[in-house]
């Protein structure tokens, strides 16, 4: 039995603005006011997990501990079949120390390219974990399959988002609302799972 969260106020364990921005929507139906990590001044923890999973556990108990606060953390990136999995849990370090991820897609590609690989399909995969301060931890893990595209294509959603497009559809995640692309993404399906087991 999963432990429920009966607070009102949520760490998310991220100083990524844009991955706060849309947990922060995500949480919002279930009237959970949401302050980031980096807005209290926590130090990033050091991330040396070897899954998706254990990246987010390392992040979300560093965030209740320090602040004694329940804490949301997520690890999430691009899995790219052609590249044997690669950027994986690795994903944030391909956009360098300016976590500038047009640098991190431009590597991608490259890196296809270099290997004269046509298998573009490609899957994101995101981990939520969810713990309290006396180091309860609940994880779940969900994904978004599809293929890369080059060159980049929109402006909305962050990270990889320009180069992805979900299977089905004709259009990258940045190409799409946010309201279409939260109904589908990897963060989505995490997400449901989490609600499903912590706030129901």
């Known amino acids: 039995m999963s432990r429920q969260f009966n607070g009102n106020k949520l760490v998310i364990a991220s100083h990524n603005m844009g991955k706060v921005c849309e947990i922060g929507e995500l949480l ?10 980096g807005a209290l001044g926590l130090p990033e923890p050091i991330e040396d997990g070897l899954t998706f999973i254990a990246n987010a556990e390392i992040k979300a108990l560093a965030a209740a501990l320090a602040s004694g606060l329940p804490s949301l953390a997520d690890d999430s990136g691009l899995e790219v079949a052609g590249l044997d999995g690669a950027p994986g849990i ?9 976590k500038d991820f047009s640098v991190a897609m431009g590597k991608v590609h490259d890196e296809l390219v270099a290997k004269g690989e046509t298998d573009k399909s490609a899957n994101f995969t995101c981990a939520l974990s969810l713990a309290w301060p006396d180091s309860h931890v609940e994880s779940f893990e969900g994904k978004v399959y599809g293929t890369l595209t080059w060159p980049m294509r929109g402006e909305k959603g962050f990270g990889y988002d320009p180069i992805f497009i979900p299977t089905g559809h004709s259009v990258t995640f940045a190409e799409m609302e946010p309201a279409d692309k939260h109904a589908m993404s990897h963060r989505a399906n995490a997400f449901k799972q989490l609600i499903d087991a912590c706030f129901s």
């Open 28 to 37: 919002a139906p279930f009237g959970v006011e949401t302050i980031s990590a």
């Open 90 to 98: 690795y994903s944030a370090r391909y956009a360098g120390e300016s």
